[in-house]
């Protein structure tokens, strides 16, 4: 479970500097239904920028944001992209819920809120005094300096120097601090390796997406809610929620899987990793270039027992793709031979190459589950391809000046050509595989125990069912902070 208990003095320090930088601290209730925010907040951020450095921008961490880059409030229904059947091959309905509406562009400022605002509201981490660093193949980094901005709070990011050029060039202006460490995504024990290096001084305070536990509570409560939400508002008669993919980064959106499996009893929960660095898989390792995952170890926060499905995503996939969606060509082979609208068009620009491989996992399940016109399969769009524009540029002058004739073969070869090879569906035998690797990382590196490992896999009511119950804990606290500001009440 996350550790609630109260420090009396860093609370106190946390109080007065966010009454002193105007901080008021949105729950994990509001998150989930954003028209419950107060009127007096809504209409200040009819002024804010989505990507603005203000605190207001705290308000919008929710799925449900309206697609606005400037003074844009809340809708009903999440904002997402329907892959329709021509380009993906398959007869299944596939929704994808997009994270670019989000501060930052990206969901994983929620997930950097579920780690940061329990220790902030208890004290546990002082912002007079702590730096929060944030360990990261890429995004988490962001939300993680993004929200320490807005929180008043010095930050540390971390991730590796692979990444896209636009991430560090944003970070470089948020951080406090930015480390490159050596490698790409699949790098993370050297992300690790820095976090223990910088664990010898005290007033670093490591908030480590993989393993935790605000993560998967946030996108268990927030992320899970709005997949449901988003299917019971597009849902036709007959149709049944069969099926959620996630690529495995942090794993914080499996525990949105865990929601859904909850709600819908019979939909397979899929994990999607690199096939050139296949862990679940078969215990492999490598680099690869879905920007965004991590790899070459299992979470500590992923529920693996509760997963149904391992998916091998090839990068070479995800990377054609990204160029299809991206370039006037593509584009127009797109709206020419699969009659696409410009809407649809533009909502494709809203994959980044993390997100392209998620739609992928959704496609091959469909085709090993024969999933039929009835059928729907959900998924997260974690970023958009802003973040990869400099990729773009690479692949074209790579391969060349992009044409119609490359357009169909990207999308035969590495849409519609998709097959149900570098897939498992996982036994209870081979879930505990899985699970078990776990061991290498957290107890033989990072000091977790041989107990706390196996609760995770005996223990569920009282590890992740205790985790996803903790939103109500957490929101009284937040409640109680915003009342010591007094600042709610000024408004």
């Given at each position: ?12 320090n ?12 949105p729950?994990?209730?509001q998150?989930?239904?954003?028209e ?16 603005d450095v203000?605190p207001l ?9 309206e697609?606005?880059e400037t ?7 999440p ?13 299944c309905?596939?929704?994808a ?14 997930a ?7 220790r902030?509201v208890?004290g ?9 660093v ?12 993004f929200?320490s ?10 991730l590796?120097a692979?990444m ?10 948020i951080?406090?601090?930015v ?22 001084q005290p007033e670093?305070m490591i908030f ?6 605000g ?5 268990y409560n927030?992320t899970g ?5 988003l299917?019971?508002?597009v849902?036709r008669?007959?149709d049944?929620?069969s099926g959620?993919?996630?690529t495995?980064?942090?794993?914080g959106t499996?525990s ?11 939909l397979?929960l ?11 898989l078969?215990n ?5 270039r879905i920007e965004?995952?991590?790899?070459k ?18 990068d070479?996939?995800?990377q054609r793709?990204?160029?299809l ?6 584009q127009?082979?797109l709206?020419?031979e699969?009659?696409?609208d410009?809407a649809?068009l533009?909502q494709?620009?809203w ?8 739609v ?8 090993y589950?024969e ?9 997260v769009l974690t970023d ?20 119609a ?5 990207d999308?035969?070869?590495?849409m519609?050509?998709?097959r149900?090879?570098s897939?498992l ?11 078990n ?5 957290w107890?033989?590196?990072q000091g977790?125990t ?24 957490l929101?009284?606290?937040?409640n ?6 007094g600042l709610l009440?000024a408004?």
């Open positions: 479970m996350i550790d609630l208990r109260i420090n009396k003095t860093g609370l106190a946390n109080i007065k500097k966010a009454k002193e930088s105007n901080v008021i601290i729950t994990i209730a998150m989930r239904r954003p419950t925010i107060p009127e007096k907040i809504q209409a200040r951020l009819k002024k804010v920028g989505l990507w203000d921008n705290l308000f919008r961490i929710t799925w449900k944001n697609a606005k003074g844009g409030l809340y809708q009903p229904v904002n997402y992209v329907e892959i329709p059947s021509a380009l993906s091959g398959v007869p309905r596939i929704l819920m997009a994270g670019k509406w989000f501060p930052t562009g990206c969901h994983k400022v929620g950097s809120f579920g780690c940061l605002a329990p902030l208890t546990q981490f002082d912002a007079t005094y702590h730096h929060a944030w360990p990261s193949t890429g995004n988490y980094c962001r939300g993680g300096a929200n901005k807005l929180l008043a709070c010095d930050s540390v990011a971390i590796p692979g896209s050029k636009e991430r560090f060039a944003w970070l470089n202006e951080a406090g601090q480390i490159a460490t050596p490698g790409c995504e699949s790098n993370v024990k050297e992300i690790f390796d820095k976090t223990w290096e910088l664990r010898q670093m480590n997406q993989f393993e935790e536990m993560n998967p509570l946030w996108h927030v809610n709005a997949l449901a939400d299917f019971e508002a849902k008669p007959g049944r929620l959620a993919c996630f495995s980064g942090s794993a499996m949105a899987g865990d929601l859904l499996k909850e709600k819908y009893p019979h397979k899929g994990v999607g990793e690199a096939l050139q660095c296949p862990t679940i078969n492999g390792f490598g680099g690869h965004g995952i991590g790899d170890h299992i979470p500590w926060i992923h529920n693996v027992k509760n997963t149904d499905m391992a998916i091998a995503i090839d070479e996939d995800s793709l990204l160029r969606f991206n370039t006037k060509e593509g127009r082979y709206s020419r699969l009659k696409l410009k649809l533009e494709l620009t994959l980044g190459i993390s997100g392209i491989a998620n992928l996992c959704c496609i091959k399940m469909a085709k589950y999933l039929t016109e009835q059928d729907v399969v959900v998924t958009s391809a802003s973040m990869y524009q400099s990729r773009i540029a690479e692949l074209n002058e790579k391969y060349g000046a992009y044409s004739h490359e357009a169909a073969l999308h035969q070869l590495h519609l050509g998709l149900t090879d897939l569906e996982l036994t209870y035998a081979e879930r505990k595989r899985v699970h690797l776990k061991y290498y990382t107890v033989e590196q977790r041989v107990e706390e490992l196996n609760a995770l896999w005996y223990d569920t009511e009282n590890t992740w069912d205790a985790v996803h119950r903790q939103a109500d804990d929101d009284a606290l937040i109680a902070f915003n009342e010591a500001t009440k408004l």
